[in-house]
């Protein structure tokens, strides 16, 4: 029974994040502040979320800075992103093994 209470939370919260800007902001944002603000934010909320996993995921730090820096390199070449991917754990399992 408390699963569902947990989940009757979740949606509630859920619910209330999505709802509340909807009252507060009924008419067109016209600020360009507020809207290069809102803008960046889920940019800014992923980078938060992703980097943080990225280096702790393989437990040692060497390893995990070493797959990201071949990862920026080549996306900075701009390759597809499964290429991006694949080098970046190759090159993250290689130097666990060479370590």
């Given at each position: 029974?408390?699963?569902?209470?947990?989940?009757?939370?979740?949606?509630?919260?859920?619910?209330?994040?999505?709802?509340?800007?909807?009252?507060?902001?009924?008419?067109?944002?016209?600020?360009?502040?507020?809207?290069?603000?809102?803008?960046?934010?889920?940019?800014?909320?992923?980078?938060?979320?992703?980097?943080?996993?990225?280096?702790?995921?393989?437990?040692?730090?060497?390893?995990?800075?070493?797959?990201?820096?071949?990862?920026?390199?080549?996306?900075?070449?701009?390759l597809?992103?499964?290429?991006?991917?694949?080098a970046?754990s190759?090159?993250?399992?290689l130097?666990?093994y060479?370590?």
């Amino acid at each position: 029974m408390s699963v569902v209470i947990y989940i009757a939370v979740m949606a509630g919260v859920t619910y209330l994040i999505r709802m509340i800007p909807f009252t507060l902001f009924r008419k067109k944002i016209k600020s360009p502040f507020f809207k290069s603000f809102l803008y960046y934010i889920p940019y800014a909320v992923l980078s938060a979320m992703t980097i943080p996993a990225i280096f702790y995921s393989t437990g040692d730090m060497t390893t995990a800075a070493i797959g990201t820096a071949v990862a920026v390199f080549l996306a900075y070449l701009k390759l597809p992103l499964i290429v991006v991917a694949l080098a970046a754990s190759a090159a993250a399992l290689l130097t666990g093994y060479i370590i």
